[in-house]
């Protein structure tokens, strides 16, 4: 009897997760999975000829392939580097602050963030143009000579890596703010009486307790990154000479432009590999919670 | 020397409310001093200011022989003790003790017999290389209490340290802190205390003075003894005590020779030596104060005796070694404390005589609220 009633209890649980778990299979698990077959096949519009592991092969001797594989280790190297830095910086001069300051520049960090990022690359865009963007115009004005940002393949980088870091930075510093917030008052106050330099308050106390927003932070933008598209494909697509060309950027290309479905598969599972390994000790963190 | 002295010391918070309305207090060296009152009194505020976490925005502060208004708290030769223990979480107990003398520049062997003394004063030696979240909450404070002593500071002070612990941990800390200041100021340290609670029993058994305050401003000054017998006003008199002075309000009237009040039409007398000091308020009303430990119920085949009240008994509170009787008269609720007396019929709604001990009673002017028999 209890017996019965217990499964019935728990079908209408799994009654109630079954959408989600319906979609989850439909959308997440079963592309992933056609992802994988789809990487050992050599596909030409209505064929598939089984290849092995002939695409990953071609991939490691595609100079393209690697370049942008190097381009996406820099990008996520400094941009989440960047945030974690930039973000710990301004959220600890300014948590502590009046109220209404500190919601005024979560305010104004936080807007890029809601504006989409086709946006705010479109605005990076005009800012950046050659012909008549502002910051070219200003640095011409301060007696520079005329410069290309996007199309100079020794500064490209640093500026996808400036504009991804200023789009993607607000939501580092909400999320530091609020970690620092929640931190109690009298912590540091103990420490100001004994006498801890403000510096060493930072450094000492406030850092370390705000590891887990760190370590979150680090991981989800280390995600983001890793699949850098949107600013690439409307600012420089890839160039010049590849310069700017990113994993995600060369898959697409490899999916839709070149037609080798095959081979932007391989990419897919190989990004998914690397995303599963750096989550890890978020997942891990995330189930020793309970 | 480590006194402390507050002078027509101000506290206004930036949002304009003024918390510290010119308070004056006088802390001797090495004296236990506890700030007492309810909740939103200031005491935090008080300590706070005297620590230097929040500025003064008027009057003096001198700790010492140094007025310490703009000096940083890190100089001011004090160390704080917080409700919620203020512990770094992330380091161990020995490290807590140990991180604020790194940045006095202590040499770190000094540290360490500093940190090993005073865990073996308070008896936390095994708890060392523990975390905070690792420990008790009563753990947790004695590592914060360390934390205070390591630094020999000239001032302790104490921010309710004890009310967030169980209350049989309280009484036991409480002790023990009580004893780290004997023990402190019989090794020749400065053991000046400051130590502030909302609980009036904490600062009765701790304090050498404690200082009443309500609503930002000194309420009265004194020995735990003489607040209880000798409250300057009405506020001190029902705070301290528990259970609370009977207060009831009333006029001052004489007949040929006596002085009386009347309760429920039941005459009271005066004693000779308090009508004198009343005289000016006769027909004046005023409030009379009287502690439950001066009303005794009379038992029904007592002759009948001067100054009894006729009440109705409410509830009665048996602790074994005394009990507490509420009992209402036209109203109103009173308060007696006596021994038991098993023979007697306690029985709520039981009309039941009282005696009151006039000679222990304080009256209060009604507007002022100043005790006018002191
Ligand atoms: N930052 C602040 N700004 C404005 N008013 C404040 C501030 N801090 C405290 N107050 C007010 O000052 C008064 C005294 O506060 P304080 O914290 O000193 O009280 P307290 O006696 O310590 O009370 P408790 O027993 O609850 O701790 C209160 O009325 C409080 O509302
Ligand atoms: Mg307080």
Redesign the interface.
Known sequence: MIKSKDIKKNLTGYAFIMPQVILFLIFMVYPIIEGIRLSLYKINYKTETFVGLKNYRDLFNDPVFVKSTLNTIIFVVFIVGLTVAFGLFVASAVFDKDARYVSFIRGSYYIPVMVSMVVMSMVWNFLLNPANGLIPYLTQQAGFSSVNFLGNKAIVKPVIIFITFAINVGQAIILYIAAMIGI?N??F?????????KF?IIR??LI??V?PTTIYITIINIIAVLKIFVVIQLLTGGGPNNASSTLMYYLYNNAFKYNRLGVASAVGVIMFAITLLLSVPQLRAMFKED | MAEVVLKKAEKVYPNGFKAVHGIDLHVKDGEFMVLVGPSGCAKSTTLRMIAGLEDITGGEIWIGDRCVNDIPPKDRGIAMVFQNYALYPHMTAYENMAFGLKFKKTPKDEIDARIKEAAKKLEITELLDRKPKEMSGGQRQRIAVGRAIVRKPDVFLFDEPLSNLDAKLRVSLRVEIKELHTQLKKEGSTATMIYVTHDQVEAMTMGDRICVLDYGRIMQVDTPLNLYHKPKNKFVASFIGAPTMNIMETELDKDEDKTFVKINDEVIYLEEDMAQKVDSYIGKRVYLGIRPEDINMVSSDDPVMENTITGEVLVVEQMGNEEIVYFGIDGNRYIARQTPDLNEDLSTGAKKRFHINMRKCHIFDFETEENIIL
Do not use: T
């Open positions: 109690p009298d912590l106050e103990a420490a100001e009486v004994e006498g801890v330099s060493h000492k106390i370390p307790l590891k």
